[in-house]
Structures are given as structure tokens and as C-alpha cells.
T-cell receptor, first 114, second 114 residues
């Protein structure tokens, strides 16, 4: 079965800490995505990658960076965590198929920044 | 991408069919209709998508009206595990700029009761 695994289910960090969120997929998908989900705002795309070492900004990249050194792994980095980055973070992957944006999501990481 | 309208909530009895409506009256000719669902504390899960024709898979059926202004997702035999928020999303064909930018609205909270 298809699987997207996020390294942590819950994280609590302090303001100013550097935070790493890891995501691994086992489906050999080309595309990987990071979203955050907040009540009333839906899912918002932070960054995505369509190939190893490639990255593209999504709708809300400020305060975040990403790394994709291997095809199966996509990391989200909060350089200096702030309280407004408290959120549910969701990783997703998808194959490159024309007219079929079938996203596979991980279970999410609930990050609290104190 | 066209806007969608869904009822905020609906109840369904276990074992019965659940019919989830979605209005997308401004849909363009090349836009697809996607359905995802999100079970509490999990990431969204792809269900089905279609363009013009009705579609069926192991999870659900998608019925799109002839004028494409509305659609219905059918869960043929609802179970308690189908309790989730269901999202109807209209999506133009993919371009490099649009990857991952699915607009998840408020969705329909479906509660399946014994």
C-alpha cells in the first residue's frame, strides 16, 4: 500500500528554535509537497518539489525552507520558529501524470511553538 | 479554478448510501472534479475524480450532471469509518505553476451513525 510517513505526530518547540519536519514516501513519486492546515483557512501550500534538488515556492513560503536530497525524502525547515507557525503540517506526494493530481498525504505533524 | 459549494454537514445511517452534493456552476470545460476526504486527525485522502463521465472505483461513485454544474459523490454502503469531512474540488489541468495548489474549502462534515 502507498505510504507517506511523517517523522513526528506531535512536536512542541520554543520560539527561535530551528525545527526540522521530515517526510518519506515509498512510492517513487516525483512530486512532493508541504502544506499547513489551520482552522478556517484550509490547506495552504508552503513549498513543493518536482525532482531531486528542485524546489518551488508555494503560496506561503516565508519563514520556511525545504530540502530534497533524495527522491523519497522531503524536509521542511523552520529556520527560527515563531508562535504563528503553530499549525498542522501535512506532507504529500504525487506521481507525474497528466490531468491526474492524485495526492497522497501523510498523517500530519501537529507543531506547537511556545 | 472554479468555486464549489457544499452543505456544511449531513448525517447518514450505517449501511445506507450516502449522497454528497457539490455545486460548481462556474466550472470550465477543461476543469476536473476531485473528491478528497479527511478523517479526524489524519491527512486528506483521495477518493475519485472525473471530467464529464460518471466514474466508479472501490471507494465511491462520482455522478456529474450533463451540464457539469453539479456533481454527487456516492458512498454505496456507508460505514462508521466513513465519518469524515468530504471536500469537492474543481481543478484545471495541471501546469508547472499549479502543482499542488488544490483549494480545499470547508467541505461537508459527514457523520455516519449506527
Amino acid at each position: 500500500d502507498v505510504k507517506v510517513t511523517q517523522s513526528s505526530r506531535y512536536l512542541v518547540k520554543r520560539t527561535g528554535e530551528k525545527v526540522f519536519l521530515e517526510c518519506v514516501q515509498d512510492m517513487d513519486h516525483e512530486n512532493m509537497f508541504w502544506y499547513r492546515q489551520d482552522p478556517g483557512l484550509g490547506l495552504r501550500l508552503i513549498y513543493f518539489s518536482y525532482d531531486v534538488k528542485m524546489k518551488e515556492k508555494g503560496d506561503i513560503p516565508e519563514g520556511y525552507s525545504v530540502s530534497r536530497e533524495k527522491k523519497e525524502r522531503f524536509s521542511l525547515i523552520l529556520e527560527s520558529a515563531s508562535t504563528n507557525q503553530t499549525s498542522m503540517y501535512l506532507c504529500a506526494s504525487s506521481p507525474t501524470q497528466e490531468n491526474n493530481e492524485k495526492l497522497f498525504f501523510g498523517s500530519g505533524t501537529q507543531l506547537s511553538v511556545l | 479554478d472554479a468555486k464549489t459549494t457544499q452543505p456544511p454537514s449531513m448525517d447518514c445511517a450505517e449501511g445506507r448510501a450516502a449522497n454528497l452534493p457539490c455545486n460548481h456552476s462556474t466550472i470550465s470545460g477543461n476543469e476536473y472534479v476531485y473528491w478528497y476526504r479527511q478523517i479526524h486527525s489524519q491527512g486528506p485522502q483521495y477518493i475519485i475524480h472525473g471530467l464529464k463521465n460518471n466514474e466508479t472505483n472501490e471507494m465511491a461513485s462520482l455522478i456529474i450532471t450533463e451540464d457539469r454544474k453539479s456533481s454527487t459523490l456516492i458512498l454505496p454502503h456507508a460505514t462508521l469509518r466513513d465519518t469524515a469531512v468530504y471536500y469537492c474540488i474543481v481543478r484545471a489541468p495541471l501546469t508547472t505553476d499549479s502543482w499542488g495548489k488544490l483549494q480545499f474549502g470547508a467541505g461537508t462534515q459527514v457523520v455516519v451513525t449506527p
